[in-house]
Nanobody
C-alpha cells in the first residue's frame, strides 16, 4: 500500500511564504511518473478543492485563486511533490492534502497538514 507523508505546514503571516512537501513510500521509483499528483485543500465548513496538479503527461494546472502565487513541482527521483506558496492570504487557511492518482483503484491521499495564515 502506497503511503504519502506530508510536511511543511504551519502558521504564517499574510504575505508570507510556506513550502509543503509530500513523499511517497512503498512505491517503485519508476511508477511515480505514471501518477497524476495534486494538492487539495479543505477549509472549515467548505468542500475540499483542487489547488494544483501535475499530470503524468506533465501538464500543470492551478486553481484561479492561487494562480501566480503557488507553484507545484515534482521530484521523480525522490518520489516527492511540493507546493511553494507565496503571498499567502488569510483565505488560504486550510488543511492541505497531497494526492496521487492513476485510476480509481490507485488513488492515495496524505494525512493532511494545517496551513494557517494570520497576523
Amino acid at each position: 500500500q502506497v503511503q504519502l507523508v506530508e510536511s511543511g505546514g504551519g502558521l504564517v503571516q499574510p504575505g508570507g511564504t510556506l513550502r509543503l512537501s509530500c513523499t511517497a513510500s512503498r512505491m517503485i521509483t519508476s511508477e511515480f511518473s505514471t501518477y497524476d499528483v495534486s494538492w487539495y485543500r479543505q477549509a472549515p465548513e467548505k468542500q475540499r478543492e483542487l489547488v494544483a496538479r501535475i499530470t503524468s503527461q506533465r501538464i500543470t494546472t492551478y486553481a484561479d485563486s492561487v494562480q501566480g502565487r503557488f507553484t507545484i513541482s515534482r521530484d521523480y527521483s525522490k518520489k516527492r511533490l511540493s507546493l511553494q506558496m507565496t503571498s499567502l492570504k488569510p483565505e488560504d487557511t486550510a488543511v492541505y492534502y497531497c494526492n496521487l492518482r492513476r485510476s480509481a483503484a490507485d488513488d492515495y491521499w496524505g494525512q493532511g497538514t494545517q496551513v494557517t495564515v494570520s497576523s
